[in-house]
């Protein structure tokens, strides 16, 4: 049964850096792109970030490029989410998600693509 499992939320102060880790298990993980995506208060869900299966190509919704990098590494079937100069607009429940892909998938920031689901992290960012 595939499992993702997120970790290193919490509070932070604007500016801050925080990392986000998802671990996958249950899953080929390098089969799989990873998507982070995040739920602020009174608010829809929006996609964040995607990572190819093979960590070669990335998306960042406009709102964070330049402050957040997606990564991943494979043999630990981990996906990251770094965040730098964080904003009290970027609080929220982060999200990671994964989709099964061929290698030459164009990435996507469709949230319906996604199969599996982390419970979520809280991130609280005070002014």
């Known amino acids: 049964q595939a499992q993702l499992v997120e970790s290193g939320g919490g509070w932070a102060q604007a500016g801050d850096p925080l990392r986000l880790s998802c671990a996958g298990s249950g899953l080929t993980f390098m089969y799989y792109n990873m998507g982070w995506l995040r739920q602020a208060p009174r608010k829809e869900r929006e996609f964040v970030a995607e990572?190819?299966?093979?960590?070669?190509?990335?998306d960042h919704v406009d709102s964070v490029k330049g402050r957040f990098t997606i990564s991943r590494d494979n043999d630990k079937k981990t996906a990251y989410l770094q965040m730098t100069s964080l904003d009290p607009e970027d609080t929220a429940v982060y999200y990671c998600?994964?989709?099964?892909?061929?290698?030459?998938?164009?990435?996507?920031?469709?949230?319906?693509?996604?199969?599996?689901w982390g419970q979520g992290t809280q991130v609280t960012v005070s002014a």
């Open positions: 990572i190819s299966r093979n960590g070669k190509t990335s």
């Open positions: 998600a994964a989709r099964r892909t061929i290698l030459t998938a164009p990435l996507t920031r469709r949230q319906g693509a996604y199969e599996y």
